[in-house]
């Protein structure tokens, strides 16, 4: 049995937690923290066969998920500023008829 | 994996998706200790499985179910909590846990990183839009959940999915020599993890550390443009009517 094992099903909990957060909460905030917890699952992933290869590439890959998170925060913060100004409500199904 | 490890893991998996289901926020019904006493039976069921199964990696097996446990319990919190600010704080939690088990996996760099940047930075801008954006106790849309069955099914499918497959992880993998401590490639011993993976990030991947840094501009130009945008606040908008699940009137448990 591969010695990653442990970890690569502890990442695919995290990932299917954050997945199940983003389909069911109606809060846009943790809807996007949800997102978060899905990148945490595959950080531990990419560290994991990082690893199990001897090296570090897979971390390195870690490293440049940070980054998409952190652009992904900044974006989808400013938009949900935008959107809660408009309408006063974190609600995602306030905007579910988009009008042009 | 044989196919009893395979069923007793998909076991522990349902149970796990029934304890979120139960936690998920009900509106006024709140079944949270059902709940928890599901999620904990299912986590501790998952690391019988893991300890019984032959699924257990080399070494470190105490710090493993030690964290590992703080991540999945404050996971389940991020998603299932009814007040946002809450979730923010436990999401700290997920990421110090993670952090631990990335110091196990020997990826001290990433470790520190993760959490410089995650409980540093990105949290404090979520937690500073939850401040503006709350209006004082948990709203109608945060304590009731939207189709939470079919979240679950679809999370413990995806779950159930991946999980299948780490058998087929092979042992060991020896398509390169070993980098970890050392890179020959560049010429100079790196010593450390730090060294290491900045060597492999300023030689092989310089062109996507260029990428990233204009990536992080165009965040950064497309921020401010955003928060500079007059918006018409729209009066008279009325919430409709909270949206449940399929047959909210027909309980499926």
């Known amino acids: 049995m591969s010695p990653v094992a442990d970890y690569l099903i502890l990442g695919s909990i995290l990932f299917a937690l954050g997945l199940v957060g983003f389909l069911s909460r109606r809060n846009l905030i943790v809807m996007f923290l949800s997102t978060e917890v899905m990148f945490q699952g595959v950080v531990v992933n990419a560290v994991a066969f990082a690893r199990l290869h001897h090296h570090l590439e897979g ?20 938009m949900i500023v935008l959107l809660y100004r408009r309408r006063g409500t974190l609600d995602a199904e306030a905007w579910s008829i988009m009008r042009g | 994996m044989s196919g009893s490890t395979a069923s007793a893991l998909y076991f522990v998996f349902a149970l796990g998706g029934a304890g979120v289901y139960f936690l998920l926020p009900h509106g006024d019904r709140p079944r949270t200790m059902v709940g928890a006493i599901l999620g904990l039976g299912a986590l501790v069921g998952w690391f019988v499985v893991l300890a019984f199964g032959g699924l257990m990696g080399t070494g470190h097996t105490g710090y493993f179910y030690l964290f590992a446990t703080i991540a999945v319990v404050a996971a ?24 631990s088990l990335l110091v196990l996996q020997e990826a001290e760099f990433l470790a520190v990183a ?87 990030v300023m030689t092989k991947y310089v062109v996507v550390l260029e990428v990233a840094g204009l990536l992080l501009l165009i965040a950064m130009v497309g921020a401010i443009a955003l928060s500079r945008k007059k918006v018409p606040v729209e009066s008279g908008y009325r919430p409709t009517e909270p949206v449940g699940e399929i047959g909210r009137k027909v309980e499926p448990f």
């Open chain 1, 59 to 78: 971390q390195a890959f870690a490293l440049f998920l940070l980054v998409i998170a952190a652009v992904e925060a900044g974006l989808a913060l400013g």
């Open chain 2, 76 to 99: 389940a919190r991020v998603v299932t909590h009814p007040r946002p600010v809450y979730s923010a704080l436990y999401f700290v939690l997920v990421v110090i846990a993670v952090a």
């Open chain 2, 114 to 200: 993760l959490i410089i940047i995650y409980a540093g930075a990105i949290l404090v801008t979520y937690l500073f839009v939850i401040m503006l954006a709350s209006q004082g106790g948990s709203a109608t849309y945060d304590r009731r959940a939207r189709e939470p069955f079919l979240a679950v099914l679809a999370g413990f499918v995806l779950m159930a999915a991946i999980a299948s497959h780490a058998d087929a992880v092979p042992e060991s993998v020896t398509d390169r020599p070993a980098q970890l401590a050392s890179d020959s490639s560049a010429g100079v011993v790196a010593d450390s993890n730090t060294l290491a993976i900045g060597q492999l």
